[in-house]
């Protein structure tokens, strides 16, 4: 078996962890990732037959039996990650009967996956749905994202139409807006449930007053939603306190929409 620390799927987990840390979004145990992994990925490091632990998961997740995900550890610090990959992540396969983790590898000193193993797992049922390329979930806590919905209305309209004019591309990089969820309570099947849903429509969850989810086939696409998210938000809180002299355009928007062939929320538009 070759080292499971030189694999390019662990190798890319280590930096996301370490670059969202060092862009300030995950304070301590703040945030969360779950990376889908295919049989061929994992084949040359690991024996699957070889099962660590069997951990209930508290929900049952039918179509991701037999699937596996790397993922961060519950109480683990991203700061950590890359340092002692062994000990913050764990490989987690869906048992026969969908609702226990079969920890593979990892967790070294006894921990778990993160407490929002339901969100992860049920906007992975979702966005396979969708798409079956799909293969990462993640969940952090952009600072700027974090300030603006405690100054937006957090509906998907107001929060989408709102980033869409801090920057022409923003509409290119998500037209299918951004979904949003109030307040709630965080680490509960409720909210991995009210996430799921918004992810038939979105690929983008924010949290309000907590935090956002990406979705995508690999890390930049997850990563490239949330950051461009997290961009529209710090230009946002720059200058919707100051007068105001130039907005970009519903018109505008529209153009940009058509220039790149874009299918977007046109209802999002109008106001
Ligand atoms: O794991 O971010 O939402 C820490 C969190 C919970
Ligand atoms: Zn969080």
Redo the contacts with the bound molecule.
């Keep these: 078996m070759k080292d499971i620390l030189s694999a390019p799927f662990m190798r890319e987990m280590c930096d996301m962890a370490d670059n969202m840390y060092r862009l300030g979004w995950?304070e301590?145990?703040?945030?969360?990732i779950s990376y889908l992994l295919y049989d061929e990925d994992i084949a040359p490091y690991l024996s699957a037959d070889k099962v660590i632990r069997r951990i209930p998961t508290g929900f049952s997740a039918p179509e991701l039996v037999g699937k596996y995900f790397l993922v961060?550890g519950?109480?683990?610090y991203f700061k950590n990650v890359k340092g002692d990959p062994e000990r913050n992540l764990g490989i987690i396969r869906i048992a026969e009967d969908a609702c226990t983790a079969e920890l593979l590898w990892g967790f070294s000193n006894g921990g778990r996956f993160?407490?929002?193993l339901p969100?992860h797992l049920m906007s992975h049922t979702v966005r396979l749905r969708h798409n079956p390329k799909n293969r990462v979930i993640m969940?952090?806590?952009p600072t700027a994202t974090l300030a603006m919905t405690h100054v937006t209305e957090l509906t998907e309209k107001a929060f989408t139409r709102l980033i869409w004019g801090t920057c022409t591309e923003c509409i290119v990089v998500f037209p299918d807006g951004i979904g949003v969820l109030p307040w709630m309570v965080?680490?509960t099947n409720e909210i991995g449930e009210a996430t799921a849903k918004k992810m038939e429509d979105y690929r983008i969850v924010i949290?309000g007053m907590?935090?956002i989810y990406g979705a995508g086939v690999d890390f930049d696409e997850a990563f490239g939603l949330i950051e461009t998210v997290e961009k529209g938000a710090q230009l946002y809180m720059m200058y919707s306190h100051l007068p105001i002299v130039n907005r970009i355009t519903d018109e505008q928007l529209d153009e940009v929409a058509k220039a790149f062939h874009l299918e977007y929320r046109k209802d999002f538009l109008g106001q």
């Design positions: 995950d301590r145990n703040g945030g969360n961060t519950t109480g683990k993160t407490s929002e969100a969940h952090t806590h965080c680490g949290w907590h935090g």
